[in-house]
Every structure is written in structure tokens, then in C-alpha cells.
């Protein structure tokens, strides 16, 4: 076991490696740098006081070299100002010391964000901890709700409720976010006024049941159907095995069955989907966030994407990563301990 | 001048007249598939099942729709008509007397044209990108799954790489301009365009190596045909001027394939792991067939059900996915009437209008809707046999 983990998590530092280089190469593309420093200086720049400000604030150098600084594997040399001979910080918003110095993602140091004005860090975390507690509402309701439908469905295959349920979910994973968003901004915020169509009250005074309940309801309808249709595969698998038979043939009553010897084994295949969900969520996230104006962690990736703020784009890249790569281990682990008959060499 | 409208039931038997060439068509093509649905295999097998008939009316009502689009749509989708700004539905347009069905937007464009041509945009990229997705996953699926080793390694890693992106960051990457400035789009749509004409080349010549009078014409066309597309779409250079795709859509069909090929990628493998261990392939291997006439002629045969499944489902997704890319405003012009940009300029005014947003959202989710009936049906149907 042991092995496998480490092995895995050898893994995931090549892709995580090699993920950030290629964020790394996409943002420093010709036209992005243009793009950034345009918005850095402005709308009526000539191409020489672009090219000098590029120059001037180091992203002229080698790629490699640059990767490598961001990285921590190369040192940061201080920004001399020509005319004085002094070091100055490159942004006046974010400080830097004045000597040749390691700073990047290994000693924990994610950069400057030209966007906000910050760093990243200061940036980067809040926006997960909002984007945290829209993802554990999503979870509270979803899970939930998507394991009933597809318990109710798969327990008896074929009957009316379980047709029923069935086109359900199918309808819920043909709507994406920003489909269900509109709809349920039309019902619930426009026609019958009971919720605020908006979550950006949400970041200042606190979460409510009126302004961040159509952003859970939104992201979780779109994951509902998916789960349930899993649980309700793994439920009517489990529904014709010997087992249950035998347990209906001890004279148990029907639910007793389902309860006791059918939910804990049609479980474990749904803990695998509902893991990997967490890809999904993040795209989910960006959707919800802009469409509800939350300030959270899609909002700030939509927003250092725009603008190409590239720290805080690297930032949200290895954040959001480390999340869909994490999720996957985890969901690999679990699923070998909760079913007896894998186990991983 | 004040505006006149029409009632709520004029507006409905409106619409449906004006979809006419659609219900022809789905009548004439329901019609004789229920009438020949014995002898037209996994298709005609749809129709013994409601859910099925749903699937498959939906998907072709979007088809149509999109065929005949320019005779269903009253107006011109770009076209703007200043005094209809934010009309309500039902508002007849005083210069031409038509109607306009479901309102104005804030440009003062049709609603019901824009959502009507805006199923042309999306039924020709969905499926189109999807196929590509299909032969890039298939055609390197298979080696990885048949050969397994440091192949299948290798590859696996790739897809593994490319599905740990969170799409939208993949997307805000690869769908900017300024990329367009940059030789990546084209670099990628070359090697993507390249793998069917690299599948067909291979799955020809693996069948009919040791007839040359069939291989060389198949050969000559594949090489023809998928030549004169590939350097249409890549190079925009088509001699004769037909295939072309302008710079934005070429780089949103990259990004699109790019997004959902590993996805085929993993659900190949995972099949050829299965097939490859039957009986059939280990005849075949006895009788000194080639690696790849097996994985080509003896294991994807075997493989289509759960590849037709998985294909119907992907459209849909791919239609989402093309349907975020217009909610952010990526890739697609600002002005273009497909439903993702739609529902975007419409969702910012939702305080003030709703009816602009209500058409494209339902178009979309219907079309999925359709598309997932269909691939559940299909499910069904397969796992009967």
C-alpha cells in the first residue's frame, strides 16, 4: 500500500510539473505578454515602451530560467534601477528583497498578482476558503439527495418510480449550470422573488438562505443526475446477487433487505463518482461564481485568465490540479479499502 | 408609433407553422423508419422503446432545424430592427409585418431567428468535433490498450495530463486571440486533422494488403479526400475553395477536440483491455494476422456498442462544452447567435428581460436532453442482445 501511494504521489508531481510548464509556456506567449502589459501601462502604449517594460520587469529572460525562478529552483536577482543603482521591487504592491534570493512555489512563495494588486497568496486562499464553503453546501445537498434517487430507483428495476427517476436524472445531466442558472433565476429570483439572484453579498456579510441558495441549487442539479444514475446501476447489480436472495428468502421484509445487506455493497461504486465529481465542480465553480457574482476561487481564475495575471494563473492552475489529482488518489484508496475483494500491489 | 402584439396562442401556432419544413421532414423520416424498423438493426430497435422514440424525434427536430434554417427563421439572426429593441414576445415588426415570436433582445434582434440559426452552429461543430475526438482517441486507444508496455505508459500519462486540466482553464489557454497570432492552433489542428486520415489509411491497407486492385482505389481516395479537407481546414488553402473555416471556429474545434479525446482515449483502452483477452483475438493471433488488422478488423467491431453509446453522450457534452465557451465569451464572435453566447448576453439583463434567455437555454437543454434519451436507449437496446 505504501508503495502505491508513493508511487502515486511521484506521479502526480511529474504532471503537476509538467502541467505548470505548460501553463507556464501558454501565459508567456507573445501575444499574452502583450496583453498583460498593455493592461499594466496603457490602451495607447507604443511597441518600445512595451518592449521596455518587459524588459525592465524581467520577462524578457529565459524561459527556463524564469520557470525555474517561479519554481524555486533558481534565484530571483533584485530589480536594479539603472539610473540609481538601487534595487527597487518590481511591483510596488508586493516587496522584495534587495539581495539575490530563492523564491518560488517550493519555499512557498506564489508571486505577485498584477491583477489585484497583491499577493497572491493573500489573494489565492481567501478565494478558496469562500469557494470551500459554496463546495461543502454542494456536497451536503447533493450527495444526499442523488443517493436517495438512485437507491429509490435501483431497488426495484424496471417499476414505474424507477422510470421515473431514471428520465430525471437524465434531464438534470442534460442541464449545465449556466442553463439551470438562468431557469432558476427566472422562477425563483424574477417570478416569485423569493431568493436574490446575486451571491455577492454572500463574500461581505455572510452566507444566508437568500442569497446563496441558487448557486448551491445550480451546481448541485447538474451533478445530481450523474451520481444517481451510478448509485441506481451499482443498487440494481447488487439487487441480483445471491445474497439478496437468500436474505429475501430468510423472510426478511423488503426494506430490511435493502437497508441492511443491499446499501452498504451498492455504496462503493458511487464514493469512486462522487470523488471524481471534483473535477467537474471546478468548472462548475467558475460557471456559478461569475454567473452569481461570487467572490471566490473561479472568479479569480476567470478574472487572472482575462487579465493574464500569470502568478496568479500559475496559482490557481496548481491549486486546481493538486485538487483533481488528489481526489483521484483518494478515490483510488478509498475504493480498495471499502471493497475487500480489490487490492492495490 | 406604439408596437402591436399578438396573444399567447397566436404565438404558439406561429411557432409550429413556422417550423413546418421540420415536422415534414420528421414525419417523412419517422415515419418510414417505424414502417422499416425490422430490418434497420441497433436503429429500427429504438422505436420499440418510448424513451427511445424521444431520443431520436428530439435529435432529429434539432437536425432539421438546423437544415432548414434559413426558411424556418423570419428574420436575419445579425439583423437589427431599432424600434423592436427589447420587444416583448409576440411583437409585430411594423416594416414587414412579421412577428416576432419570442421578443427582441437588447440589440434589437429576433429571438426565435437567433436561436433557430444558432442550431446550425451547434450541429455542425458538436458532432463534427466529436468525430475527430472519436478517430484521435481510437487510433491511439487501441496500441495502448493491445500493446500495453511502456506505450501504454506513455500515453496514458499524456491523457492523464490533459484530463487533470480543469477545462475552462484549458479553454481560457487555448481559446484567447492573441493565441491565434501564434502558430499553436494550427500546429494542433494539424496533428489532430491527420489521425482519421492516418486511421482510414491503416485500416484499408490492413484489410485488402493482399488485394491491390481494391487497396490502391481505396488508398488514392483516402489520401484525395482527406488531403484536400486537411489542407482546406489547416492551411485555409482549398484549391477549389469549398472547405474553409474561419481562424475563430478552427481554433475552437482544436480546443474542443483537444478537451474530449482523452476521454475516448481511456474508454478504448479499457475496452481493447477486455476484447483482447476472448477467444476470437487469440484465432486471429494463431492465424498470423497482423497487430494492427486485429485491433482494426477483430477488436473495434466488437467494441461499437459501448463506442455508439459513449458517442451520442459526447455530442451532448460537447454541445455544453461549446455552449461554456460562448458563456464566456470565448472563441466565438460577440455577435454570433449560438446558444452559449446567447444565454450569456441574456443572463446579464435577466433584472430587466427574461424572455431573451428563456429560448436559447431550453434549445440547449432540450437538444442534450435528446442526445442522452438516445444514448439510454441505445444502452438498453445493446445490452438486450
Redesign the interface.
Known amino acids: 500500500m505504501l508503495t502505491f501511494i508513493s508511487r502515486r504521489l511521484g ?1 502526480m508531481l ?2 503537476m510539473l ?2 505548470t510548464l505548460v ?1 507556464f509556456f ?2 508567456n ?4 505578454l ?2 498583460l502589459s498593455i493592461s499594466q501601462l496603457d490602451m495607447r502604449s507604443s511597441d518600445a515602451d512595451i518592449e521596455q517594460w518587459l524588459v525592465k520587469n524581467g520577462y524578457r529572460q529565459n524561459f527556463f530560467v524564469r520557470y525555474g525562478q517561479w519554481l524555486g529552483v533558481v534565484q530571483k536577482q533584485p530589480n536594479v534601477d539603472p539610473a540609481t543603482g538601487k534595487a527597487v521591487p518590481r511591483f510596488s504592491y508586493c516587496n522584495e528583497p534587495a539581495e539575490p534570493y530563492f523564491g518560488g512555489i517550493l519555499q512557498g512563495n506564489f508571486g505577485c498578482s498584477t491583477k489585484f494588486k497583491t499577493l497572491v497568496a493573500n489573494k489565492l486562499f481567501p478565494a478558496l476558503a469562500a469557494t470551500g464553503k459554496l463546495m461543502f453546501w454542494v456536497m451536503a445537498t447533493m450527495v444526499p439527495i442523488s443517493l436517495l434517487i438512485g437507491i429509490l430507483a435501483g431497488m426495484r428495476e424496471g417499476s414505474r418510480t424507477d422510470r421515473t427517476l ?2 430525471a436524472s ?2 438534470t ?4 449550470e ?2 439551470s ?3 432558476f ?2 422562477i425563483f ?2 417570478w416569485l422573488g423569493w431568493l436574490n ?1 446575486s451571491a455577492a453579498s454572500a463574500t461581505g456579510q455572510g452566507l444566508t438562505f437568500y442569497n446563496f441558495t441558487l448557486p448551491v441549487m445550480t451546481m448541485a442539479v447538474y451533478g445530481i443526475g450523474y451520481i444517481a444514475r451510478m448509485t441506481r446501476a451499482s443498487m440494481v447489480e447488487v439487487m441480483t446477487q445471491q445474497y439478496i436472495r437468500t436474505a429475501r428468502l430468510k423472510g426478511l421484509s423488503f426494506s430490511s433487505v435493502v437497508i441492511k445487506h443491499a446499501l452498504r455493497n451498492a455504496l462503493i461504486a458511487p464514493f469512486t463518482v462522487i470523488m471524481l465529481q471534483f ?1 467537474w465542480l ?2 462548475g465553480v ?2 456559478v461564481e ?2 452569481f457574482r461570487y467572490q471566490g476561487f ?1 472568479f479569480t ?2 478574472e487572472a ?2 487579465n493574464n495575471d500569470i502568478d496568479l494563473l500559475l496559482g ?2 496548481l491549486v ?2 493538486f485538487i ?2 488528489m481526489t483521484q488518489l483518494i478515490s483510488d484508496i478509498g475504493y480498495a479499502y471499502l471493497n475487500p475483494r480489490i487490492r492495490v500491489q | 408609433m406604439g408596437i402591436e402584439y399578438i396573444g399567447v396562442f397566436q404565438i404558439i401556432v406561429g411557432v409550429i407553422g413556422r417550423f413546418w419544413p421540420v415536422w415534414l421532414a420528421l414525419a417523412i423520416v419517422l415515419g418510414i423508419s417505424f414502417f422499416y424498423k425490422k430490418k434497420l438493426g441497433l436503429y429500427g430497435q429504438l422505436f420499440d422503446s418510448g ?1 427511445g422514440i424521444a431520443g431520436v424525434s428530439i435529435c432529429f427536430f434539432w437536425l432539421f432545424t438546423a437544415i432548414f434554417a434559413s426558411t424556418i427563421a423570419p428574420f436575419d439572426p445579425l439583423g437589427q430592427v431599432p424600434v423592436m429593441k427589447d420587444a416583448l414576445p409576440g411583437a409585430i415588426e411594423p416594416g414587414t409585418q412579421n412577428i416576432y415570436f419570442f421578443g427582441g433582445d437588447k440589440l434589437a434582434r429576433d429571438v426565435f431567428s437567433r436561436m433557430v440559426f444558432g442550431s446550425k452552429i451547434v450541429l455542425i461543430i458538436a458532432p463534427a468535433a466529436t468525430a475527430f475526438a472519436l478517430m484521435v482517441g481510437i487510433t491511439l486507444g487501441l496500441p495502448a490498450g493491445y500493446y500495453g508496455g511502456r506505450i501504454d505508459s506513455i500515453l496514458s ?1 499524456l491523457a ?2 490533459v ?7 484549458l479553454f ?3 481559446v ?4 491565434m ?2 502558430p ?1 492552433p494550427y500546429g494542433l489542428a494539424g496533428l489532430f486533422f491527420l489521425f482519421p486520415i492516418i486511421f482510414f489509411l491503416t485500416l484499408f491497407y490492413t484489410r485488402f494488403k493482399n488485394r491491390p486492385d481494391r487497396l490502391y482505389v481505396l488508398l488514392g481516395l483516402t489520401i484525395l479526400l482527406g488531403g484536400w479537407v486537411y489542407i482546406g481546414l489547416v492551411f485555409d488553402a482549398d484549391p477549389l475553395g469549398i472547405v474553409s473555416i474561419a481562424p475563430n471556429q478552427l481554433n475552437i474545434f482544436v480546443a474542443v477536440v483537444f478537451a474530449s479525446s482523452p476521454g475516448v482515449f481511456r474508454i478504448v483502452r479499457g475496452l481493447v483491455m477486455d476484447i483482447k483477452t476472448r477467444d476470437y483475438v487469440a484465432a486471429a493471433q494463431t492465424r498470423g494476422e497482423t497487430p494492427w488488422y486485429i485491433m482494426l478488423w477483430e477488436i473495434l467491431p466488437n467494441a461499437r456498442g459501448p463506442l455508439i453509446v459513449d458517442a451520442c453522450l459526447r455530442i ?1 457534452y460537447t454541445t ?1 462544452l461549446l ?2 465557451l460562448g ?2 465569451g470565448l472563441g466565438l464572435a460577440p455577435e454570433s447567435p449560438d446558444w ?1 453566447t446567447a ?2 448576453d ?2 446579464r439583463l ?2 430587466s428581460f ?1 424572455h431573451p ?2 429560448p436559447p ?1 431550453i434549445a ?3 437538444f ?2 435528446g ?3 438516445l444514448a ?1 436507449a441505445l444502452r438498453e437496446q445493446s445490452m438486450k442482445d
Request: net charge positive.
Open positions: 506521479t511529474l504532471t509538467c502541467l501553463v501558454m501565459v506567449l507573445e501575444p499574452n502583450r496583453k431514471s428520465v437524465i434531464a445531466t442534460a442541464t449545465p449556466y442553463v442558472g438562468v431557469i433565476t427566472v429570483a424574477s439572484g473535477p471546478l468548472t467558475v460557471i461569475t454567473m473561479g481564475l476567470v485568465a482575462g490557481c492552475s486546481s490540479v483533481v489529482l | 424513451v500519462f492523464n495530463l484530463l487533470a486540466f480543469p477545462v475552462i482553464l481560457y489557454l487555448l484567447t486571440p492573441g493565441i497570432d501564434t499553436i451532448g455544453i455552449g461554456t458563456y464566456f452559449g444565454i450569456k441574456a443572463s435577466l433584472r427574461i434567455a428563456l437555454t440547449l437543454m432540450s442534450v436532453l442526445l442522452n434519451l439510454d
